[in-house]
Nanobody, 116 residues
Framework: QIQLVESGGGLVQPGGSLRLSCAAS????????MGWYRQAPGKQRELVAT???????NYADSVKGRFTISRDNTENTVYLKMDSVKPEDTAVYYC??????????WGQGTQVTVSS
């Protein structure tokens, strides 16, 4: 069973920056798509960003130009750099992985709160 463990969440002021990390228990080269989703209180979980092994990247329109996703296959880690954060970015952020077999994996989530 693959485990994904997020870290780096916390409280940040509007306009500030934060970097989330997702460490996998296996070599993430075996996980074709990795990414981040988020869920705000009372809302459905939504896509934030994904990155494939081929470095194809997809962002939600709401974070384009502000967030940057990257993956380090040697460190088995995926990152989400969050810049110019807004109060509406407040949510629990979940790490996500999907193999070519379409088997999916989720982390436990890390809370990000944007507030002054």
């Amino acid at each position: 069973q693959i485990q994904l463990v997020e870290s780096g969440g916390g409280l940040v002021q509007p306009g500030g920056s934060l970097r989330l990390s997702c460490a996998a228990s296996v070599n993430i080269f075996s996980i074709y798509v990795m990414g981040w989703y988020r869920q705000a209180p009372g809302k459905q979980r939504e896509l934030v960003a994904t990155i494939t092994n081929g470095r194809n990247i997809n962002y939600a329109d709401s974070v384009k130009g502000r967030f940057t996703i990257s993956r380090d296959n040697t460190e088995n880690t995926v990152y989400l750099k969050m810049d110019s954060v807004k109060p509406e970015d407040t949510a629990v952020y979940y790490c996500y992985g999907r193999k070519l077999s379409r088997q999916e994996y989720w982390g436990q989530g890390t809370q990000v709160t944007v507030s002054s």
